[in-house]
């Protein structure tokens, strides 16, 4: 028989599972007698409920402002690069959101876009008199392509109630309050986190306290790390 003075297990999480991370380690913890937390995906895309996400699908946007309330309470509010997928979000921006609702409940939150977070309100209303006097025979989607990806026209003016085809010089205060609310909150709705296998990290795990965070040291089992 061989007998050592610690053990060390590290076995990973559940995330990249590919590479064996299949969480044995946590039930290898249980049966040492240890608590475990609820284990949730963490740094992982997020699946929206809008039927116009495949058509965005590849689309990156960067220097956008990504936030994420509850009732009228800011739960995220974060600055910087996302991508449209086929089943939602993801990105730099999106993956730290997923991390710090993962214990939501997405039924009670929405998450809107600011595709202009360098202008604040008055400043781009201002801008969007100034584009509908030059382009004013244009189509509202020919002229918002100063604005907006071409990928992104369509949803945003849909969600302003807008036609497409309205030329800028008929387009009414109404309208255009409207699609400087799509430009500066655009809607969406989180549905749910991608699973463990697109997951970077895990959340949860083994119990801090049931650890000496000075020696790493499992309290109830002596030589176990």
Known sequence: ELFYNDVVVATGGMSYQTTGSDGDGYRFAEEAGLAVTPLRPALVPLETE????????????????????NGKKTLFDGFGEMLFTHFGISGPIALSLSS??????????????????????????????????????????????????????????????????KRCNSVTKEERARLLKALKAFEMQPLSLRDFSEAIVTSGGVDVSEINPKTMDVKKVRGLK
């Open 100 to 165: 710090l609702i993962n214990r939501t409940d997405f039924r009670q939150v929405r998450l809107f876009l600011d595709f202009k977070p360098e202008l604040d309100e008055e400043t781009l209303d201002r801008r969007l008199l100034r584009l509908f006097d030059e382009q004013k025979n244009k189509t509202l989607r020919g002229a918002a392509a100063d604005l907006l990806p071409q990928k992104m026209i369509g949803a945003v003016l849909k969600q302003a109630n807008i036609p497409q085809e």
């Open 50 to 69: 809008e039927a116009y996400i495949r058509e965005l699908q590849g689309l990156s946007l960067k220097n956008v402002t990504m936030t994420i309330k």
